[in-house]
């Protein structure tokens, strides 16, 4: 798929904005919104013998979303952080026809996969989601999709250019769909079942997908990657979740099957995750598919506490099949959260990352590719992350 598909979308999207505002102007509605993230990282590396110490500018985003009349919605959010570099995120319009149960988004956004991946940043029980979603790369792409849903469902399905900050002669392109059922959805419980399955090529200027992954502090670089070894891949995976008053739990379980030219077969990877946790003086929500903004039930502008949560992770990521030694990951993260508000968040995971550190010293942190250049093949990193958050 050529630059075409992101040219002519950006075109669609900007004019469609434009026709709007002309149009409808007496129509628009709009609400100025944006997050900030500041992280704290202490991580110590046993055999590499390393400590990190550092704070980061982890999200710095600011947007604008709203409503064309009653039928288009809008959002285009712009982020940074430490890196000090400007990306957009979420930019697209979106129908929604009078009287139907579905829509067309267009823009971009990011494909449909994964609970964790799907939930915002912001509401994620753990402050760094399962490794499984970023070492598969789940990520935003310029697409068009089609969604519905009722009560007890949803189903969204696209196809997918690359990201707008992506430059080549060539793009890739991706296919994905993901449908959710909550059987149980009533004020004592929620049930949550969910599959997502994503299709993704490289274009042919483009080089061959790597899956990496950190030791769950976002400080640290890469500690196990397979090197370059795809020129498409196909993911599935599953997912459940429950809430149950003050309690929830939720899992998920992906594979991804990987197009290798290069090797003697097609390998494939894996990654999965289970968790569990608590709120006092609050609750976990859900909403369209997806973990929601918290309940507060006595914010302290209110004169309350605010609301605590505690969480217990178990997160897997395996690398390694047939000729392909990419490593694999486990990691073991436990959780806690003050909410003074639903718009502010003060959090700390205490981490303990086992790895294997597979035979790539591709795209690795130096500290963890000295160890596989030394021979050393296994690894242990522990240590501290704290989030200061607040939204609006």
């Known amino acids: 798929m050529s630059k075409l598909f992101s040219y002519a979308a950006t075109m669609a999207l900007a004019t469609a904005l434009i026709a709007a505002e002309t149009v409808q102007a007496q129509e628009i509605t ?104 970023d070492a598969f790369e789940f990520n935003r792409r310029l697409g068009l999709a089609v969604g519905t849903s009722g009560d007890n469902y949803t189903i969204n399905a696209g196809v997918f250019g690359d990201n707008l900050s992506t430059s080549s002669a060539e793009e890739g392109h991706a296919i994905s769909v993901r449908a959710t059922f909550t059987p149980v959805n009533d004020d004592s419980a929620l049930v949550h079942l969910g599959a997502s399955a994503r299709y993704r090529k490289q274009g042919d200027t483009q080089s061959d997908f790597r899956y990496r992954q950190r030791p769950v502090s976002h400080i640290p670089s890469r500690i196990i990657s397979t090197g370059r070894v795809a020129e498409s891949d196909v993911f599935y995976g599953v997912e459940a979740a429950a809430i149950m008053g003050q309690f929830w739990t ?38 369209g598919g997806k973990f929601n903004r918290p309940k507060v039930d006595k914010p302290i502008t209110d004169g309350g506490m605010g609301a605590f949560s505690v969480v217990a992770r178990y997160d897997s990521l395996d690398l390694q099949d047939q000729s392909v030694n990419g490593g694999d990951l486990d990691s073991l993260v436990l959780g806690a959260d003050w909410w ?44 501290f992350n704290l989030r200061a958050q607040f939204d609006f």
């Open 30 to 133: 709009h609400k100025i919104g944006g997050r900030v993230q500041m992280d704290w990282s202490m991580v110590d590396a046993d055999n590499a013998n390393m400590d990190w110490n550092a704070t980061e500018l982890r999200r710095l985003r600011l947007g604008v979303s709203g409503k064309v009349g009653d039928d288009v919605k809008y959002k285009v959010e712009l982020n940074t952080n430490s890196s000090e570099d400007v990306n957009v995120e979420d930019a697209y319009v979106q129908w929604s026809p009078k009287g139907g149960d579905w829509s067309v988004k267009l823009g971009q956004f990011k494909t449909h996969n994964s609970l964790d991946e799907q939930t915002s940043s912001r509401f994620i029980s753990t402050l760094e989601r399962a490794a499984f979603t």
């Open 250 to 287: 939720s899992g998920e379980y992906g594979v991804l099957d990987a197009n290798c030219n290069a090797c003697a077969s097609d390998p494939s990877f894996h990654g999965q995750y289970v968790e569990a946790g608590v709120f006092f003086g609050g609750q976990k929500t859900y909403k």
């Open 340 to 383: 003074p508000t639903k718009y502010t968040r003060i959090g700390v995971n205490y981490f303990d990352a086992d790895a294997n550190l597979g035979s790539s010293t591709s795209g690795l942190d130096a500290a963890f590719a000295a160890l596989v250049t030394g021979g050393i093949t296994e690894e242990e990193v522990s240590g």
